[in-house]
C-alpha cells in the first residue's frame, strides 16, 4: 500500500499520503443517507495509518462495512462470481458453504453485529466482575472507612472549636490590652498634670527665692555703706550676729545698734589698745575692765 504514495518527482515534491475514493450513486437511496450520492474514500500515510471518510466525514472501518454490507456490496458477498469459483463452492466444507449462503443471502450484516455485541458483552461481564470484586473490597473495609470517617469528622469539629476559642482567646487580648492602654494613658495624664504643678510650683518657689536673694543683696549692700561710714568716723563697730561685720584693730565691739553708733551716742563705746582686741576663732571678747 505505502507503493502507492507518491514519492515524488524532478519537479514535484513527495506527498506523506495516498487517498482513493469511491462515488456511489444514491438516487434510490439505496445507503439510507438522503443524500443523491455517497462518497466513501481511504487515506493511508508513510506512518502506515489509515483514515476513513464516508461523505467527507472520519468513520471507522466498521461503518465503512456496515455501509456496503447493508447493500450487498460488502467485501465478502458474491454479487459476482468469477471463473473458477462455482467449482470452489462445490468443494467447500458444509461449514464453508454455509457461511457463504449467509454472506448471499444478506445476514452476514446480523451475524457481524452478533459476534461484536457478544464480545461487547463478553467486556461487560469482565467489567462486572471487577466491579463486583472492588464491591467485596470496600464492603469489606466499610467498617474500618466509618470509623475514620467518624474520626475525621470529630476531628474537623475539634478543630472548629480549637478555632474558635483561639479567636476569643485573642479578641479577650485585645480588650485587655485595650483596657490596660486607656489606664496607662490615665495615669500618664495624671502623671503629666502632677508634673505641670510641680513645675508651676518651682517656678513660684525659684521667683520667691530670686526676691530674698534681691533684698538680701540690698541689705548686704546697706550694712556695708554703713559700716564704711563708721569707720570713716572712727567710732566703734556694732556688734551684731549674722551681719558679717568685724570690728578693726583697736575697735572693741559694743553691744549697741548700728544707728547709735553712727549718731554719735558712741559714749559708753571704749577702744581699746591693739594687743587687748582679742578674737579667737572667730568669736569677740570684751577685755576686762579695773574697778575705780
Not at 466513501?40 to 471518510?53: P, Q
Not at 459476482?80 to 461449514?95: D, L
Not at 486607656?182 to 510650683?201: C, D, G, H, P, W
Not at 533684698?215 to 551684731?240: M, N, T, Y
Request: charged share 30%.
Amino acid at each position: 500500500m505505502l507503493d502507492l504514495i507518491f514519492a515524488g518527482s524532478a519537479t514535484r515534491h513527495p506527498v506523506n499520503y495516498a487517498e482513493a475514493e469511491v462515488v456511489f450513486n444514491n438516487e434510490g437511496d439505496v445507503f439510507g443517507t438522503g443524500t443523491d450520492k455517497v462518497t466513501v474514500a481511504r487515506r493511508i500515510f508513510r506512518s502506515k495509518e489509515s483514515d476513513f471518510l464516508i461523505d467527507g466525514n472520519d468513520v471507522q472501518l466498521r461503518d465503512v462495512e456496515e455501509l456496503l454490507t447493508s447493500t450487498g456490496l460488502g467485501f465478502r458477498h458474491y454479487p459476482f462470481i468469477g471463473q473458477g469459483e462455482m467449482s470452489r463452492i462445490f468443494t467447500m466444507k458444509p461449514e464453508e458453504r454455509k457461511g457463504l449462503f449467509e454472506e448471499v443471502a444478506g445476514i452476514a450484516e446480523y451475524k457481524q453485529r452478533k459476534r461484536d455485541t457478544l464480545v461487547k458483552l463478553e467486556e461487560t461481564r469482565v467489567n462486572i466482575a471487577r466491579v463486583e470484586d472492588l464491591l467485596a473490597e470496600l464492603n469489606g473495609n466499610y467498617a474500618h472507612l466509618g470509623i475514620q470517617a467518624a474520626a475525621a469528622r470529630e476531628y474537623v469539629g475539634y478543630q472548629s472549636r480549637l478555632r474558635d476559642l483561639d479567636m476569643d482567646i485573642a479578641h479577650a487580648r485585645y480588650l485587655s490590652v485595650l483596657r490596660e492602654q486607656e489606664r496607662a494613658t490615665a495615669r500618664l495624664a495624671e502623671a503629666q498634670e502632677k508634673m505641670v504643678q510641680v513645675i508651676t510650683s518651682l517656678n513660684g518657689r525659684q521667683g520667691a527665692h530670686d526676691d530674698l536673694q534681691t533684698a538680701q543683696r540690698k541689705i548686704s549692700a546697706s550694712l556695708r555703706e554703713k559700716a564704711s561710714a563708721l569707720r570713716g568716723a572712727g567710732g566703734c563697730v556694732p556688734a551684731r550676729e549674722g551681719t558679717g561685720i568685724r570690728p578693726r584693730e583697736g575697735q572693741v565691739p559694743c553691744g549697741r545698734g548700728v544707728e547709735a553708733c553712727a549718731s554719735g551716742a558712741g559714749l559708753g563705746c571704749q577702744q581699746a589698745p591693739n594687743d587687748q582686741a582679742g578674737w579667737r576663732d572667730g568669736n569677740v571678747h570684751r577685755p576686762d575692765r579695773k574697778s575705780g
